[in-house]
């Protein structure tokens, strides 16, 4: 698979991950059939354009951490953006068991693509 097939693959499902949620970089890449690709995940985001309306502050680490250091920028704005939506963030970690995306396969299969906030 050609990096820009990937890529779209990850957007793609990043997309899908709902208002209130977050999901793990290896959830994605899953969902996206990039098995043990978290790391092509880390890469995707960070070839994201500027002005891009993907929910990027969505995904974070398996263990529920942002994956930024607490003294960045790019922390404090991921932190806020999950605060805005209703996800609870402590000590720059979220609770998975309350905030993880779960969906289901009617979900990933039938889901529009419109139903993402494009802000």
């Not at 890449?29 to 098995?35: L, M, Y």
């Not at 500027?50 to 922390?75: M, N, Q, V, Y």
């Not at 704005?77 to 963030?89: K, N």
């Not at 000590?91 to 998975?96: I, Y």
């Amino acid at each position: 698979m050609d990096l820009e097939t990937r890529n779209q693959r990850i957007y793609g499902v990043i997309r899908d991950v709902p208002k209130g949620s977050v999901a793990s970089y290896g959830q994605i890449a899953e969902i996206a059939g990039i098995p043990r690709g978290a790391r092509q995940v880390g890469y995707a985001l960070r070839c994201l354009p500027k002005g891009h309306s993907l929910p990027w502050f969505r995904i974070i680490t398996a263990s529920g951490r942002i994956a930024f250091p607490e003294d960045t920028r790019a922390f404090r704005i991921q932190r806020d953006r999950l605060r805005e939506e209703g996800v609870r963030v402590e000590n720059g970690k979220v609770d998975m068991k309350t905030f993880r995306w779960q969906p289901d396969l009617d979900e990933l299969l039938w889901k529009p693509r419109d139903t993402w906030d494009e802000d």
